[in-house]
């Protein structure tokens, strides 16, 4: 393998008020080509001698790639470029080619910050400057014996955006080749425990060959194959697993739930309305959070007090009073009545205790009663989640996502 | 300063299929402590030489504490916990306590595990057993010379439990202080240059005494100061610094829009509703993500098709055909309709085109109109945000949040 190490600089990682999102940005791209491997991840702090010394540590390896994001911006804390104009003991040039590109895209701000301008558009002599299409600083190349260092700003969208239009095509592409290294099969609806324990002959039988990752998360295990020789058929393997485990699989990599919901709803034509209680907008959100949405979602109505359940989505006051809100009949009325209101095929509802108050003996904080409401079908399941308000509405979305999946049959 | 340094084990931190969170939750809390300090901050693969190799580096620094997270799960991969008692050469015990607990915790999971809970009640024979109130694997503390060494499961609900609940109060607590280190004002609707021109000379004359950072981001610029020396009046700093920005500024450290604008319709006893379209619900999920949103939240139509808005928000079809669902017109009727029929205080609306489709010369991708009614007020503005369709809709939302901020005067 060839090796390739990210640095990320800025206090604010180091003392944790930022996560550090690019590192594991460049890392999974980086994996995408079949030779090249994330071998050494450092955050470091704005602090020029640190700085120097991870350089240093690292030019020393011989690595292929190093990538350094962060303190690139205009202000005094940002030292990144400095700090490798000293190290590399070179001067500071201007570029014009940046500086007029500016000077032409903020002429509407005014007063315009001149001197900013010109300092985002110097780049170290020795380097080779690479365009920022999404902001001013501009990204640096310096090539040092076998290693290219790419200098990147850390603002994410500049340096997706500089990564695949600039320092992919050019600097890397054309020198290795990109290769399916891992597949990641998307599970829900079981815990890792269960999922290991149906898997665990496969897994010790092909440990020789292949690598298998679990990866828990409160709305399902990632599972992540990867092959140790590298000639091995990982899509085989995928296939053996997933014949296992085939009814908690909901899709691959970096399929989500919502979009592959939507993907089907747009194929089958079929048209979708909400009625949200508890989860509260939430589940909206997420079905319109899919590009081309409006194909087949029309609209919901976050029902959060009785009165609106009432007057909007004609659940009978009785019926509250009854069963209460948080009730099967409730969720099903609330399912129901959007799919009549709003004239579309599928309705769906959400009705529970997200907390931190209103839980009672009978609804204790976490439970949720989801309805889906088709032509021929009526869900209505409760579930107890996790009893946190943010968990709780977090999983109950997808949870709600999920059981509109297994009735779509997808 | 004492030191502190953090490890996160995983090999899908590495990769950069998985953000690592833990490593800053610990170094935000450590950050609390006047004399702690993170000083390293190491992500690694599941490799056990690696491992080793990282904790006998750091254990030579003589740190005060370590913190090890992640690989104590039941799976294979979890390698963290062996790879130790190779380093610390020492035998594997059960803890009978953790595993009763877990006995009577998991009993009614059919089948129950045993082998696998038997596992994770193990602990090393040199290390004390700290208490996982959220999930299976025990955590650990190793008292190595002066270092602590903290060993904790990488599920951050099961970390951050643990760390309040039992390391915080029984390991640190007992030996330092705390104390407020970081002030963060947090402002929005300025851009990081004319925020640092305006502050530049502030900062110049202060600049043995405070250190000030720009932290930039979609929704606005966070700037944090803290002090360079122990005495320095943080407080008095950040007044001056405020007075310079104050139409900005519209909270501190951990305050959010949505938090504040919430605890404001609290207190004046204030109700709004909601009229979505581009932002599908999206702005009715972050009013309800605050608890007790009930008492100011009454509900929304999300009406993403015009039959919805003509039909349940009462939009004439006239305005839509001659302005276009996209105008001044249709987002004040949205806001001011909404407001009557939920017969609430305040009544909210957006419109606008996220994109990827829809685009037109009169409204490109990015448009959007947000209008808020209240009984003396009518406000509606136009802005063109970043015309990709998920910043489009965050940013919305927070730029509709700030609107609803500024009508309340906060």
């Known amino acids: 393998m060839v090796d390739v190490a990210v640095i990320s600089i800025g206090d604010e990682l180091i003392n944790g008020f930022t996560i550090d999102t690019n590192s594991a940005w460049i890392a999974r791209n980086i994996s995408k080509y079949n ?15 640190k700085i120097k010394s991870s350089i240093d540590f690292l030019l020393k390896k011989q690595y292929r ?9 205009p202000t005094h804390d940002d030292i990144t470029k400095n700090t490798l104009k000293d190290y590399f003991d070179c001067d500071m040039v201007l570029n014009e080619e940046h500086f007029s590109t500016l000077k032409v895209r903020y002429a509407a701000h ?11 558009s110097k780049i170290l002599s020795i ?22 260092i790419f200098i990147i700003p850390g603002v994410p969208r500049e340096l997706e955006c500089m990564f695949t239009q600039y320092i992919a095509p050019l600097y890397i592409d054309p020198y290795y080749d990109k290769k399916n290294k891992y597949i990641t099969i998307l599970t829900t609806g079981i815990y890792e425990t ?24 409160y709305t399902g295990v990632k599972v992540r194959i ?7 058929p990982l899509s085989f393997f995928r296939d053996e ?65 009785n009165q609106i359940k009432i007057k909007y989505l004609g659940v009978p006051e009785s019926l509250l009073k009854t069963e209460g809100a948080v009730s099967r009949e409730v969720a099903l009325a609330m399912a129901e009545n959007v799919r009549n209101k709003f004239n579309v095929d599928i309705g769906i509802s959400t009705t529970g205790i997200s907390g931190p108050s209103g ?16 032509k021929n079908d009526k869900v209505v399941k409760k579930f107890d989640l996790i009893p946190t308000r943010n968990y709780h509405r977090k999983i109950g979305v997808h949870v709600a996502l999920n059981m509109l999946r297994l009735l779509l049959k997808i």
Chains 1, 2 share one sequence.
Do not use: W
Not at 37 to 49: A, F, G, P, Q
Not at 226 to 232: F, K, V
Not at 359 to 373: D, E, L, T
């Open 35 to 49: 030779l090249l491997d994330v071998e050494d991840k450092i955050i470091l702090k704005d602090d020029s001698n």
């Open 65 to 73: 790639f190093i990538f350094i994001t962060g303190g690139l911006g």
């Open 110 to 120: 005014i007063p315009l910050n001149l001197e900013s301008i010109k300092n985002q």
């Open 127 to 148: 380097s080779k400057a690479i365009p920022n299409d999404k902001g001013t600083a501009l990204g640096m190349l310096i090539k040092h014996k076998k290693t290219d």
């Open 194 to 217: 269960k999922l290991y324990s149906i898997l665990k002959s496969i897994i010790d039988i092909n440990r020789n060959r292949f690598k298998v990752s679990f990866l828990p998360d």
């Open 226 to 232: 990867s092959a140790l020789d590298e000639t091995g």
């Open 241 to 305: 697993i997933v014949s296992k485990i085939k009814k908690y699989v909901y899709g691959y990599d970096n399929d989500s739930l919502e979009y592959i919901v939507a993907n089907t709803l747009i194929d089958s034509g079929l048209t979708l309305a909400i009625a949200e209680s508890c989860t509260g907008g939430y589940l909206s959100k997420k079905m319109t959070d899919v590009p081309n949405s409006s194909k087949y979602f029309i609209g919901s109505v976050v029902a959060y007090s």
């Open 359 to 374: 839980g009672s003996i009978k609804n204790p904080i976490g439970r949720i009663y989801i309805a889906i409401v088709t």
